[in-house]
């Protein structure tokens, strides 16, 4: 038995599990795999596309966005605050 029949116990008598995992096996069986060439050809393109790339992403105007994040959170934590003071744009 799989993992699939010890997660679906519960739910299914092993009858219908065993048949499931039939039908998994099957399916596994029968999945095309892609040519030699083409897989051989895609990992040299990821293992050059890996090499080019930088260790660490960092955007381009890192401080710009920090700036704009803390000014929006600012600006949402004092409408918030006038709200329950019942003085913002949401209070009754």
Not at 69 to 90: K, Q, R
Request: aromatic share 6%.
């Amino acid at each position: 038995m799989s993992d699939l029949f010890h997660e679906l116990r519960p739910y299914l008598d092993r009858a219908e599990a065993e048949g499931l995992d039939e039908l998994a096996d099957r399916l596994e069986r029968g999945r095309p795999v892609p040519r030699a060439g083409f897989r051989a050809e895609l990992r040299a393109q990821l293992t050059e596309l890996h090499s080019k790339r930088p260790v660490a992403w960092r955007p381009k105007s890192l401080r710009r966005l920090v700036a704009a994040y803390s000014g929006a959170g600012s600006l949402l934590l004092a409408i918030a605050g006038l709200g329950l003071t019942g003085a913002g744009p949401l209070g009754f």
